[in-house]
């Protein structure tokens, strides 16, 4: 195993990957969620992997599977869950890239049993998870590399922009939602990777396992810098 790796730009290198959506439990039988499919995720730990990195993938429910028996996958639920998956693994990490579709809020209160309908309308009070990424960004050491994602539909460069400076991101990866054939169940996708730099790369549309790749060219750079 060690001298199948040996000459790949990752080797002992420990990178965190999260993929996929969150589920934030309503009652026992409902969730809030989104369409994130967990694809660019995997797509990137299975790049990771084979660039030689020990990858450690906090996946929210979603059905992909990876390609390598060597990538650890940890499953989980809830932003919450993600939270202190990402917490317990990122300071023994030399990069992070945070893919997950983590659901911005979550009921304050989670019925232990299964609510009944009753009246016409139903409210459902939400509060803000924790930025996940954010609270990564105020540990970040020196040498650390961290990666985010930024899903904008409007005024897309200047939003991605400014999460990578509030999240203190080495880089960010822009995902348009409005070219066809980008985001959530498509194998394909279009970004952009804008570093703290500002160095902005434009990427044609592509499949996602080539997206995987573009980033991870950047990842090592700024591993290596
Ligand atoms: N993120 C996170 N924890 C959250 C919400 C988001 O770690 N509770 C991460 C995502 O994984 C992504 C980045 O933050 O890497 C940006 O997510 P995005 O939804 O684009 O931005 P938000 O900061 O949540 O802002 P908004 O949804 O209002 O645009
Ligand atoms: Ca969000």
């Known amino acids: 195993q060690a001298d199948i790796k040996k ?10 990957v999260t993929a996929g959506p969150t589920h934030e439990a309503i009652d026992p039988v409902r969730f809030i969620s989104n369409h994130s499919s967990g694809k660019m995720g995997f797509a990137l730990a299975d790049e990771l992997a084979s660039l030689g990195a020990d990858v450690i993938l906090i996946a929210g429910p979603t059905v992909q ?9 940890i499953d989980v639920l809830s932003a919450a869950d993600m939270l202190d998956a990402c917490l317990a693994h990122f300071e023994t ?3 992070c890239i945070m893919c997950a579709a983590v659901a911005d809020y979550t009921p304050t209160i989670v019925a232990n049993k299964k609510i ?18 954010k609270t990564l960004g105020t540990q970040k050491r020196s040498g650390q590399v961290l990666v985010g994602f930024a899903l904008e539909t409007n005024n897309e460069e200047d939003n ?3 999460k990578l400076r509030k999240k203190n991101l080495d880089l960010i990866v822009l995902n348009s939602l409005n070219d066809a054939g980008a985001g959530f169940k498509n194998d394909t996708n279009k970004v952009t990777l804008i570093d703290n730099a500002l160095n902005k790369t434009v990427f044609e549309l592509k ?3 080539e997206v995987a790749r573009d980033i991870c060219v950047k990842v090592i750079d700024l591993i290596n810098k």
């Open 207 to 209: 499949s996602k396992t």
């Open 160 to 162: 991605a922009i400014e």
């Open 7 to 16: 000459g790949l730009p990752l080797v002992n290198k420990k990178v965190l």
């Open 116 to 133: 009944k309908k009753n009246e016409s309308y139903f409210n459902i009070e939400l509060k803000k998870t924790t930025d996940i990424l």
């Open 65 to 73: 599977l990876s390609k390598y028996k060597s990538i650890r996958r």
């Open 93 to 95: 990490s030399d990069a």
